[in-house]
């Protein structure tokens, strides 16, 4: 089993909503990521998570709130998001070690109004 | 700071092509090279990852050459069909480090 899994899809919500992504894998990978895609650009790395410890957060506003609540589970808790924060947000695991390959889920889409 | 181009940016051919695909990297000192596939609206799918002492990878009508000290990849796709209709992306892992620089992508198109 090769696949990453996030939910929701799709999710809509107000600058003032509180909500959470999630991300969930059962490959046994001790790395995970986040990822946030812009229409028509590459991903840009937001956080990794190494043996569930955050390893790198890349300046990302505290608005956006990772947690890695065990090996296979990574959730992003989102806060007070402003409209260009609207985007499609991939999760990744990979095993741990630098020459591994990365697998992505199919990602969320969200939209702040 | 690694820099990761991808040439042509836009590629449109008619079935049954054979296309190249081109990535180039500014700083050869990379773990390895992964090339994904990315469906609109949708999430990557991993093709193929070359290690730093490999040459190249074949999976399928898919091929991808790697010439490190040059900074080059190509992704080479045979007999191509309208449902590799896709944007590919390239990325690079650097020495020592578990993240991914990607390029832009290409979108290529097949058509019927």
């Known amino acids: ?32 990521y986040w990822y946030k895609q812009k229409a028509k650009k590459p991903p840009e790395l937001m956080f990794v998570y190494s043996y569930e410890k955050l390893s790198i957060n890349e300046s990302v506003p505290s608005r956006f709130s990772p947690e890695c609540p065990n090996s296979s ?16 947000y991939l999760c990744a695991s990979s095993r741990q070690g630098v020459s591994y390959e990365q697998y992505f889920g199919p990602g969320t889409r969200l939209t702040v109004t | 700071k690694q820099e990761v181009t991808q040439i042509p940016a836009a590629l449109s051919v008619p079935e049954g092509e ?13 773990y390895n090279l992964q090339w994904f596939r990315q469906d609109p609206g949708k ?26 000290s040059s900074g080059r990849s190509t992704l080479y ?36």
Do not use: W
């Open chain 1, 1 to 32: 089993d090769t696949e990453v899994t996030q939910t929701p899809k799709h999710l809509v919500m107000g600058m003032t909503n509180k909500k959470s992504l999630k991300c969930e894998q059962h490959m046994g990978h001790r790395a995970m």
């Open chain 1, 73 to 88: 589970l990574l959730n992003l808790h989102l806060h007070a998001l402003q409209p260009e924060d609207s985007a499609l």
């Open chain 2, 18 to 30: 054979n296309l190249v695909l081109n990535c180039s990297f500014t700083d050869s000192a990379i």
């Open chain 2, 43 to 68: 999430g990557l799918t991993s093709l193929l990852l070359i290690q730093s002492s490999q040459r190249e990878q074949t999976s399928g009508r898919l091929n991808a050459s790697l010439d490190k």
């Open chain 2, 77 to 112: 796709i045979a007999a191509s069909q309208p449902g590799d209709s896709a944007t590919y992306l390239c990325a690079v892992r650097p020495n020592g480090y578990s993240t991914l620089t990607f390029g832009k992508g290409t979108m290529l198109l097949v058509s019927p």
